[in-house]
């Protein structure tokens, strides 16, 4: 492409700085703005000079590579939600033989896991189990986090999925997935073996803890958690003191029934006793007046009677009550039988959903292995999983990285712009003859090139712009 006038090769070259400096350093001083904001304005800025058309700007934005981006993210939320990283974390650990063999365990699961779900979600979401393996054995967490860094992106460079940029090189190249694993594996492969290598000799004295060490941490671990356990509401002691005393309440309902009393309290009793006395006392002092005795005799009747009504009653409401209690224990039964028939209902539902997530994510890998459209199979997969779920998806589409998505749009605009300035062509021409494939000095120096640039202005855009 020859060279544009000099008034747009300048302009251009303005919007593209800004769009560079901004990307690159997203908290500069003087424009704070962020990433995705400064993309937007370097497409703003190559339209408003007239760098490019408002709808060659419209064009330059490559739908493709938003969907597949999008459908990835979506399949990467579901995979979480059904616990996939969990059971990552989870392989981690699994017979760890020490701090060597945990290394090159998280080089090769972080590999071949964002080879297949994207580096980033791999590096948010295993850092977490990461952590925590780390400080359950006593180890130093920086071996670790650097091995999943690296790991992460080297593994993600062998599918078209893997990264934004591999997204952009595969579709706009049109190179199948296939063809792109293949030709990337074998790289990858030696890639991982070197790393671990590496991080192996740096951390060789770092990792090296002897076995006693680890069972006395791991026996701290434990004591500490127990320490935590004994500080909480434990339900099991609580019922069981509950049943000691309505076992105690039982026992005693019942002597008081064996005994005949019928729940005769002391009071009650005591009453009883004072009023024989009075009787007693009435008839031995020899009663002069017969009024007078038929009087006393009328209210100790009267008094008799009236005791004999109220131990009726409390007999029939302690007989009531014991007779409750009898039926809370069927009761409990009938409720605790009823929540585990609904909790075994949610379990079973549960794993039939995670099945289905698993499924459909196989179904994306193998269509996009037999050279399916890759945008398609990924938005399929994506609504097919959202469509699975059947409620109401706001909460997973939330999770999706709009602003980058928005971040490619801006960046679609501003490279396009900046390639019809002819900077890139005119460069391109000087480093062509010496950077042929066909000789090694050619490959190295495309190599090389290539390093500067993804380092100095970010991988995405020295994918786009090559």
């Given at each position: 492409m020859a060279m544009a006038g000099p008034v747009k090769v300048v302009l251009g070259s303005v919007a593209f700085g800004i769009f560079w400096i901004l990307a690159v350093f997203p908290a500069v001083?003087?424009?704070?703005?962020?990433?995705?904001?400064?993309?937007?304005?370097?497409?703003?800025?190559?339209?408003?000079?007239?760098?490019?058309?408002?709808?060659e700007a419209y064009d330059a934005i490559d739908l493709p590579i938003l969907g597949l981006l999008f459908g990835t993210m979506v399949v990467s939320v579901f995979l979480e939600?059904?616990?996939?990283?969990?059971?990552?974390?989870?392989?981690?650990?699994?017979?760890?033989?020490?701090?060597?063999?945990?290394l090159f365990r998280i080089c090769l699961i972080s590999a071949i896991a964002s080879?297949?779900?994207?580096?980033?979600?791999?590096c948010v979401v295993l850092t977490e189990f990461i952590l925590k393996i780390a400080r359950q054995n006593n180890l130093p967490p920086q071996p670790f986090l650097l091995a999943l860094a690296s790991s992460s992106n080297i593994g993600?460079?062998?599918?078209?999925?893997?990264?934004?940029?591999?997204?952009?090189?595969?579709?706009?190249?049109?190179?199948?997935?296939?063809?792109?694993?293949?030709?990337?594996?074998p790289a990858m492969i030696v890639g991982i073996l070197v790393n671990a290598s590496i991080l192996l000799v740096y951390f060789w004295k770092l990792l090296s803890i002897e076995k006693d060490e680890e069972v006395v941490s791991t026996a701290?671990?434990?004591?500490?958690?127990?320490?935590?356990?004994?500080?909480?509401?434990?339900?099991?002691?609580?019922?069981?003191?509950?049943?000691?005393?309505?076992?105690?309440?039982?026992?005693?309902?019942?002597?008081v029934v064996l005994n005949g009393d019928f729940g005769r309290t002391d009071s009650q009793r005591s009453r009883t006793n004072s009023i024989d006395i009075d009787i007693q006392t009435a008839s031995?002092?020899?009663?002069?007046?017969?009024?007078?005795?038929?009087?006393?005799?009328?209210?100790?009747e009267g008094a008799a009677i009236s005791l004999r009504r109220d131990q009726a009653v409390s007999s029939r409401r302690i007989l009531r009550g014991t007779s409750n209690l009898r039926n809370i224990p069927r009761e409990n039964a009938s409720v605790?039988?009823?929540?585990?028939?609904?909790?075994?209902?949610?379990?079973?539902?549960?794993l039939w959903w995670k099945t289905c997530v698993y499924l459909v994510t196989m179904g994306m890998l193998v269509a996009l292995l037999m050279g399916l459209n890759m945008s398609w199979s990924a938005i399929t997969a994506a609504l097919a999983l959202v469509v699975l779920d059947f409620k109401d998806a706001r909460p997973c589409l939330e999770k999706v990285s709009y602003s980058l998505l928005i971040?490619?749009?801006?960046?679609?605009?501003?490279?396009?712009?900046?390639?019809?300035?002819?900077?890139?062509?005119?460069?391109?021409?000087?480093v062509e003859p010496h950077a042929r494939i066909d000789s090694a000095g050619g490959v190295a120096l495309l190599s090389l090139v290539i390093l500067v640039l993804s380092n100095v202005a970010s991988n995405v855009p020295t994918g786009k712009s090559s």
């Open positions: 001083p003087f424009l704070p703005i962020g990433r995705t904001a400064g993309s937007l304005l370097g497409a703003m800025l190559m339209v408003i000079f007239r760098v490019i058309s408002p709808d939600r059904a616990d996939m990283f969990k059971y990552l974390g989870k392989l981690l650990s699994w017979k760890s033989r020490g701090g060597k063999d945990l080879a297949l779900f994207t580096n980033d979600t791999c993600s460079a062998a599918t078209p999925i893997g990264n934004p940029q591999n997204l952009v090189i595969a579709v706009q190249s049109g190179i199948s997935f296939e063809r792109f694993l293949w030709g990337i594996l701290g671990d434990v004591v500490a958690e127990d320490d935590v356990t004994l500080h909480r509401f434990s339900p099991a002691t609580m019922s069981h003191v509950t049943s000691v005393n309505s076992q105690e309440f039982g026992s005693a309902i019942d002597a031995s002092g020899g009663i002069e007046s017969m009024r007078a005795s038929n009087a006393s005799r009328e209210v100790a605790q039988a009823s929540d585990e028939k609904e909790g075994s209902i949610e379990r079973w539902k549960r971040f490619f749009c801006g960046m679609f605009i501003t490279v396009d712009g900046f390639n019809k300035t002819g900077i890139p062509s005119a460069l391109w021409e000087l």
